[in-house]
T-cell receptor, first 114, second 113 residues
Framework: DQQVKQNSPSLSVQEGRISILNCDYT??????FLWYKKYPAEGPTFLIS?????DKNEDGRFTVFLNKSAKHLSLHIVPSQPGDSAVYFC?????????????FGKGTKLSVIP | DTGVSQNPRHKITKRGQNVTFRCDPI?????LYWYRQTLGQGPEFLTY????????KSRLLSDRFSAERPKGSFSTLEIQRTEQGDSAMYLC???????????FGNGTRLTVT
């Protein structure tokens, strides 16, 4: 049973436009959410996070939105750049569990077309 | 801050052999995690250390797997009697404290032939 779902395996966006990556979760105990970016042959790189006490967090071109009632979060990248082309993973954890281990989705491959 | 370092980057072994991977976390990070990633999947949690104590293990961590973190610094992950199903990318991550992001290394890619 997959607790974190990224239903779009891939996404293509024109350079300069907005990229929107979506993520759904089923475990209501999750209260800390992160996005990671992964290039081939490298480990995941932390991008941005959000706690369940917030519904939005911004960092430069990246904004994460959290809708707790819908158990949905999204990552917006504006404007998209060719260097953003990578696989993006959504991850979630339950702070009550102590370990803060992350449960990941399967990833969405973003291609930004020049 | 030199990041999380993992060695080797690649390991090819024959079925039945033992392998050991090493992870050097970011200094001063007391939390260390091992994950496994297979093709088309996200990373899956294997085990977690806080300092030298192994506090959590996933069901994925069979008896053939053992992890250690002596003195709370580097960590090793050993797989005994490897099977073809063990072929995967093994990722190590560390974090400074509870509620802070995990920082991953570039992984060790294991191929069991």
């Amino acid at each position: 049973d997959q607790q974190v779902k990224q239903n779009s395996p891939s996404l293509s966006v024109q350079e300069g436009r907005i990229s929107i990556l979506n993520c759904d979760y089923t475990n209501s105990m999750f209260d800390y959410f992160l996005w990671y970016k992964k290039y081939p042959a490298e480990g995941p790189t932390f991008l941005i996070s959000i706690s369940s006490i917030k519904d939005k967090n911004e960092d430069g071109r990246f904004t994460v939105f959290l809708n707790k009632s819908a158990k949905h979060l999204s990552l917006h990248i504006v404007p998209s750049q060719p260097g953003d082309s990578a696989v993006y993973f959504c991850a979630a954890s339950n702070s009550g569990a102590g370990s803060y281990q992350l449960t990941f989705g399967k990833g969405t491959k973003l291609s930004v077309i020049p | 801050d030199t990041g999380v370092s993992q060695n080797p980057r690649h390991k090819i072994t024959k079925r039945g052999q033992n392998v050991t991977f090493r992870c050097d976390p970011i200094s001063e990070h007391n939390r260390l995690y091992w994950y496994r990633q297979t093709l088309g999947q996200g990373p899956e949690f294997l085990t977690y250390f806080q300092n030298e104590a192994q506090l959590e293990k996933s069901r994925l961590l069979s008896d053939r797997f053992s992890a250690e973190r002596p003195k709370g610094s580097f960590s090793t992950l050993e797989i005994q009697r490897t099977e073809q199903g063990d072929s995967a990318m093994y990722l190590c991550a560390s974090s400074l404290q509870a509620g802070t992001p995990l920082h991953f290394g570039n992984g060790t890619r294991l191929t069991v032939t």
